[in-house]
């Protein structure tokens, strides 16, 4: 079957550090996606990874082990704006149909 | 640019009616995808729509179904509400076939069954 699993809610204090863990079982892998959504909001792209190894965007970083099918996204000073549910989300296809995670609420802290 | 517009934005309909969700992808897209966001849940894949035919479907029953049209905007159809139907219903677009996957997404509809 397909699982994907991550943390329900985070809590980090504004300028830290925070990492999400992600670990997946897909019957197929097309790369690993992770998406942004604010209550209420539509997700939004933040980063994908395809190849093994960290991806560096800006205050957002992710990384990728395939062999062990672990994620994870790193969100570096931190800002109120950052609170928001983080949907780890394997591509399981060449079509691009995409298995989303529960999510992961952050809820930043002053 | 405009970005993926969906309609409506809310819409509230009684167990067992039927309805219908639009979508018009982001411009120069020609693939949409729909899913279903239960509250606290991640989006769950729907179907995905390529040259006006269905490519591939999620686990979802046949009470859910949908349409392209040639400009590539796309409708969703749920016949038979049922009270777990009422979800954020969201659309995403994306350029088939690609090296980039990147899917962007509406606003989505949020659909209440009472």
């Known amino acids: 079957g397909q699982n994907i699993d991550q943390p329900t809610e985070m809590t980090a204090t504004e300028g830290a550090i925070v990492q999400i863990n992600c670990t997946y079982q897909?019957?197929?892998?097309?790369?690993l996606f992770w998406y942004q959504q604010h209550a209420g909001e539509a997700p939004t792209f933040l980063s994908y990874?395809?190849?093994?190894g960290l991806e560096e965007k800006g205050r957002f970083s992710s990384f990728l082990s395939r062999s062990k099918g672990y994620s994870y996204l790193l969100l570096k000073e931190l800002q109120m704006k950052d609170s928001a549910s983080y949907l780890c989300?394997?591509?399981?296809?060449?079509?691009?149909?995409?298995?989303f995670g529960a999510g992961t609420q952050v809820v930043v802290t002053p | 640019d405009a970005g993926v517009t969906q309609s409506p934005t809310h819409l509230i309909k009684t167990r067992g009616q039927q309805v219908t969700l639009r979508c018009s992808p982001k411009s120069g897209h020609d693939t949409v995808s729909w899913y279903q966001q239960a509250l606290g849940q991640g989006p769950q894949f729907i179907f995905q729509?390529?040259?006006?035919?269905?490519?591939q479907r999620g686990n979802f029953p046949d009470r859910f179904s949908g349409h392209q049209f040639p400009n590539y905007s796309s409708e969703l159809n749920v016949n038979a509400l049922l009270l777990g139907d009422s979800a954020l219903y969201l659309c995403a677009s994306s350029l088939f076939p690609g090296l980039n996957y990147e899917q962007y997404f509406g606003p989505g509809t949020r659909l209440t069954v009472t």
């Open positions: 729509y390529y040259e006006e035919e269905e490519r």
């Open positions: 897909t019957s197929g892998f097309n790369g």
């Open positions: 989300a394997p591509l399981t296809d060449s079509w691009g149909k995409f298995q």
């Open positions: 990874n395809v190849l093994d």
